[in-house]
C-alpha cells in the first residue's frame, strides 16, 4: 500500500506588509492544522509572510530582517507537522521568490519560483530572479516536489521534480 500524506491547504487572508501578523497567522493555522484536522503537512500561499504581492516593499532595507525574524518565529514555535510556507529569500545569485519546508525548527528545503510572470498585473521579474533547480523533499516517505504558482503552467519545473523522485507536486499560489 503507497503511503499517505494528510495535507491541508492554509487558505488565509495575510496583508501586505505584515510580516508580523502574516507568521502569527501561519503558526496559528499550523497549529489549527496540525491538532483539529490531524494533518502531517500545512500549504501556505506563495509569498505568504510578505503578502502577495509585496512589490516595492521588497526592495526596504528592513523586509528581509522582518522575513528571516518570522521564519525563526515559525521554527521555534510550531512542532510535530511539516509546514511548506512561501517568502521572499535573498540567496546566492539574487533575490528569490521561496518556498521552504520547516519542521521542528529546521528548514529542510526550499524551492525558489523558476517561472516568473510579467504580465496584467504581475510584476515579478522586476524583484526575483527565477530558480532553475527542482525541488525534492521526503515528508513521512512521500517523495513531494514543490512549485510555485506559475512553474506548475509549464512542464519543466514538474518534469525537473519528476526526475529527482517527485511522486506528489505541491504548488503555492497567490494572485492579486
Known sequence: ???????????????????????RQVIEAATRARDELHAQVVVFPELALTG???????????????????????????????????????ATGGLYNAASVIRDGHILA?????????????????YFTPGSEPCVVDIEGVRLGITICEDIWSPDPVQQAKAAGARCILNLNASP
Open 110 to 126: 526550499t524551492a525558489h519560483k523558476q517561472h516568473l510572470p510579467n504580465y496584467s498585473v504581475f510584476d515579478e521579474k522586476r
Open 52 to 90: 502577495y504581492p509585496p512589490e516595492d516593499l521588497l526592495l526596504r532595507p528592513g523586509m528581509q530582517m522582518h522575513v528571516l525574524a518570522a521564519l525563526e518565529r515559525i521554527k521555534h514555535e510550531v512542532r510535530g507537522i511539516h509546514i511548506v510556507v512561501g517568502h521572499p529569500q535573498h
Open 1 to 23: 500500500m503507497p503511503n499517505c500524506l494528510r495535507i491541508v491547504m492554509a487558505q488565509i487572508n495575510l496583508l501586505v506588509g505584515d510580516v508580523r501578523g502574516n507568521a
